[in-house]
């Protein structure tokens, strides 16, 4: 298969599915550009998903891609949950607040709802992909039914060959150097932590799928190197993040062009699962809570965002999800369309 043609691209680029962080009008931008434009709807619901995608269909009529979240179920434990809470309540009451009494289950699984599902059956965009994990095969089976090209998140070899059995079409293959959540199906298994060229190498040499890039490349010269290596294309998502067309506040983008962004890190507290961050306080709270350890994903995000709504109400933007990759101080505060011309420009230059 050929990706570009396959989709009509002129650029062999993907503005990464950052949920929160990537909107219609991003994703329309990049795909009226010639690159592939991507929304997430894991932190959504079906409706807000079909609102979303309506949004971006009446901007473009090109190809865009719509990203799901596929985690495990996650296990509800009332004892962890309270022992999370009391951890918490010290940085609460720093901004005068309480920490919330129980913590929910704030965003479903995609195997967990068939409405999502059936909104992407409806809507039938171009691409789908999945982040953490795979839906059953007959799902798969009726979203190809639909004409869809299908993506999915490798952070190893094993789930990369995983992916291709699932008769998926392409795999995204995420280096350690990635901002965002860690695309794992187990992150309570061990990460080898493969850094994105050794990954793309090792999955171009291994499986029989096309291979995207993904983790540190924020310019033209780091997808030249990623085709070289036998990606067909690269993801992009921190250097849009400085975009205006993305949802990023005025806090995130200020700490993306700190100094800040030279010192990124992992961190589990936020949401409950490994995702790499700009660091602020809230990854700070790793020396302070006594090895207490969090909720499951994504229980843990209730307690991380009423933190950071309660910081936020007293003027502190220091305990946002502030994700953001390794390459984080060559981001870029252009438009979309200028930052994917730009880019096309440097590809040029470089190859």
């Known amino acids: 298969m050929?990706?570009?043609?396959?989709?009509?691209?002129?650029?062999?680029?993907?503005?990464?599915?950052?949920?929160?962080?990537?909107t219609p009008a991003l994703a329309a931008a990049v795909s009226n550009a010639g690159a592939l434009g991507s929304i997430a709807v894991g932190a959504t619901d079906a409706a807000g998903a079909r609102s979303m995608i309506a949004d971006l269909k009446a901007r473009t009529d090109r190809p865009f891609n719509v990203n799901?979240?596929?985690?495990?179920?996650?296990?509800?434990?009332?004892?962890?949950?309270?022992?999370w809470?009391?951890?918490?309540?010290?940085?609460?009451?720093?901004?005068?607040?309480?920490?919330?009494?129980?913590l929910r289950t704030i965003y479903r699984s995609l195997a967990d709802d068939p409405d999502m599902f059936d909104v992407l059956l409806e809507t039938?965009?171009?691409?789908?992909?999945?982040h953490f994990g795979l839906p059953r095969a007959?799902?798969?089976?009726?979203?190809?039914?639909?004409?869809?090209?299908?993506?999915?998140?490798?952070?190893?070899?094993?789930?990369?060959?995983a992916i291709e059995a699932a008769g998926i079409d392409v795999v995204v293959a995420q280096g350690i150097e990635a901002g965002g959540h860690r695309g794992q199906f187990d992150p309570d298994v061990r990460d080898p932590g493969l850094g994105t060229f050794a990954l793309?190498?090792?999955?171009?040499?291994?499986?029989?799928?096309?291979v995207i890039a993904a983790g540190g490349i924020m310019d033209g010269a780091g997808i030249a190197a990623a085709l070289d290596l036998g990606a067909v294309a690269a993801q992009m998502g921190t250097a849009f993040i400085g975009c205006p067309e993305s949802a990023a506040d005025a806090a995130y983008r200020a700490a993306l062009a700190s100094p800040a962004a030279f010192d990124t890190?992992?961190?589990?507290?936020?949401?409950?699962?490994?995702?790499?961050?700009?660091?602020?306080?809230?990854?700070?709270?790793?020396?302070?809570?006594?090895?207490?350890?969090?909720?499951?994903?994504?229980?843990?995000?209730d307690a991380g965002k009423a933190l950071n709504a309660a910081a936020k109400a007293a003027g502190e933007h220091g305990f946002g999800a502030q994700w953001a990759g390794q390459g984080a101080p060559l981001a870029r505060a252009l438009p979309a369309a200028e930052l994917v011309a730009e880019l096309a420009r440097e590809l040029a230059l470089a190859q």
């Open 2 to 22: 050929d990706f570009l043609a396959r989709l009509g691209l002129s650029l062999p680029l993907v503005q990464a599915p950052m949920a929160g962080t990537s």
């Open 68 to 83: 799901c979240f596929v985690h495990a179920t996650p296990r509800p434990d009332p004892v962890r949950e309270a022992a």
């Open 85 to 102: 809470i009391e951890a918490l309540r010290p940085s609460f009451a720093q901004f005068g607040a309480e920490p919330p009494r129980t």
């Open 124 to 130: 039938r965009p171009a691409v789908v992909s999945f």
């Open 138 to 161: 007959s799902w798969l089976e009726a979203l190809r039914a639909t004409g869809a090209l299908l993506m999915a998140t490798a952070t190893n070899l094993d789930e990369a060959c």
């Open 200 to 210: 793309v190498r090792l999955l171009t040499a291994k499986i029989g799928i096309p």
């Open 265 to 301: 890190q992992f961190t589990t507290l936020i949401s409950g699962r490994p995702a790499r961050a700009l660091a602020n306080r809230f990854t700070a709270l790793a020396d302070t809570l006594g090895g207490c350890l969090p909720p499951a994903y994504p229980i843990a995000y």
